[in-house]
């Protein structure tokens, strides 16, 4: 009998947002398991202790639940970025918390971190338009600080920001599939210092 199973053997009923958010965690665990096309809506549904009349009452089809999972992870890891960038005026910590962004995700978080960034379904339109607005959300929040303290222009800190995510997203994975031989820490500070030392060379807007 599952958690999600009442003494007499019945699925629980839960509020519609709990039940969801059930759906997507089992649904999580079989597509990072068994990628999404070898993944079926039956192993979700036993994975959730439901059945698959109620797993299609909240989501239509496969795609539709792989697609709701990769809004959930998008969105969240966009909006560390922007907390990143708002959470001090100090640009060397808003460079560290850009790093430890990406280095949670994939240290804390790597079922979702494989989910967006090793999916075997990133040819997909829909998926791969989800990644690119995260993507376009995380590059944005670092360009709109690199305009306002620096004073170059938006395409200029656009570069900017693009290397600096890129950097931060490879050096993770490299981390991460390498075993983690050094600490999360060092790892942070190490990509953190390799930054700065080039986008801190850059005159802040004051020193015109």
Request: some cysteine; charged content about 25%; hydrophobic content about 45%.
């Amino acid at each position: 009998m599952t958690a999600a199973s009442s003494a007499t053997g019945r699925p629980t009923r839960l509020p519609r947002s709990a039940r969801r958010k059930q759906l997507l965690a089992a649904a999580q665990d079989v597509f990072v398991a068994q990628g999404y096309h070898a993944a079926a809506m039956d192993d979700i549904a036993e994975r959730a202790g439901v059945s698959k009349p109620v797993l299609y009452q909240h989501f239509p089809g496969k795609l539709e639940l792989y697609l709701a999972l990769l809004d959930t992870h998008c969105d969240a890891f966009a909006e560390r970025i922007k907390d990143a960038m708002t959470a001090t005026t100090d640009n060397a910590l808003r460079v560290r918390g850009a790093m430890r962004a990406y280095f949670d995700f994939v240290s804390h978080e790597s079922e979702a971190f494989r989910l967006v960034f090793e999916s075997d379904l990133r040819n997909e339109s829909a998926v791969r338009a989800r990644v690119d607005r995260m993507e376009r959300l995380s590059v944005d929040a670092i360009t709109e600080t690199i305009m306002s303290d620096t004073g170059v222009n938006r395409a200029r800190a656009e570069m900017l920001a693009a290397g600096l995510c890129g950097a931060a997203q490879v050096a993770a994975r490299f981390w991460l599939e390498g075993g983690r031989e050094v600490s999360q820490e060092e790892a942070e500070q190490l990509i953190t210092t390799l930054a700065w030392r080039g986008i801190g060379s850059f005159p802040l807007h004051h020193e015109h």
